[in-house]
């Protein structure tokens, strides 16, 4: 079977966040799966399969990481869409049935990819005692993003401080279910992003996410509350790096942005 590694969230190879995609006539085994994501050992790895003509969706999708399955992948979600879109299967609008309901992407005529995600729904929380520490910063406020993401979301004062984190993946992921968020305002809304953020999740596997698409769901309506416009542009300034259009659509998050193949094999697992 084809296997691609495919850069999302960037135009860009070697930027953004990779993910494996796999396409295939059905669901093996939960531990192939498992064991698949985990020799691909990127953050996650997509596999779906088609569905019957006449349902609520097109594609079935799940999402590995290297040491789970998880509920919501923003970026490998952009890359099987893209697949579908540049190999042939599928044309068009995509509907996929998820363990967090059917997610539609759409594509562009400018190569860009619409995802319609369920937006998270924040609430004010305590900062935990000893966060700061193991964040390595003090935050502001903290926000947590509910069960169906499982992070915290913390404001920082400015973007260096986001930019400077070095957190201990360690103890950072004794207070959430997934991890940890970091978000601050641009400094520079001339460079083209309103906001900026870096996304931790030790209890998945993952010490620092590239671009994280479920995180903007969250960080999409906190910005935009406090920006005061629904469509925003959100720069993850991991490393590789990647920016995120977000369009706060009341229960819903619209999230634009490209991907590119990188690697494209043959599995023999």
């Not at 084809?2 to 939960?30: H, K, Q, S, W, Y």
């Not at 190999?87 to 992407?105: C, D, I, N, Y």
């Not at 950072?172 to 906001?195: K, N, Q």
């Amino acid at each position: 079977m084809r296997i691609r590694i495919v850069d999302a969230f960037t135009d860009r190879p070697f930027t953004g966040n990779p993910a494996g995609v796999l396409l295939l006539d059905a669901f093996p085994e939960d531990d192939w799966l498992q064991s698949v994501a985990r020799e691909v050992n990127h953050a996650e790895t997509a596999f779906a399969h088609r569905l019957p003509d006449g349902g609520e969706a097109d594609w079935a999708l799940r999402w590995f990481t290297p040491a789970t399955e998880v509920a919501l992948c923003g970026h490998a979600t952009l890359a099987t869409a893209h697949v579908l879109h540049t190999t042939g299967p599928h044309e068009g609008p995509v509907r996929f049935t998820t363990r967090s309901g059917v997610l539609s992407a759409e594509p562009h005529e400018d190569g860009s990819i619409t995802l319609d995600f369920p937006t998270a729904p924040l609430t004010r929380a305590e900062i935990p005692e000893g966060l700061a520490v193991a964040l390595g910063a003090e935050p502001l406020t903290a926000f947590d993003t509910g069960p169906a993401i499982g992070d915290l979301i913390v404001e920082l004062a400015d973007e260096k401080s986001v930019l400077d984190l070095a957190p201990d993946p360690r103890t950072l992921g004794r207070h959430s279910a997934r991890g940890v968020i970091a978000t601050a305002r641009a400094e520079d809304p001339s460079r083209g992003y309103d906001f900026v953020s870096r996304c931790f999740f030790p209890n998945v596997g993952i010490d620092e996410d590239p671009v994280t698409g479920s995180a903007h769901t969250a960080l999409a309506p906190y910005w935009s509350e406090r920006l005061g416009r629904p469509d925003l542009v959100g720069l993850q300034a991991s490393p590789r790096s990647g920016r995120v259009r977000t369009a706060l659509r009341g229960d819903r998050t619209l999230l634009t942005g490209r991907a590119v193949t990188v690697i494209e094999g043959e599995l023999l697992g």
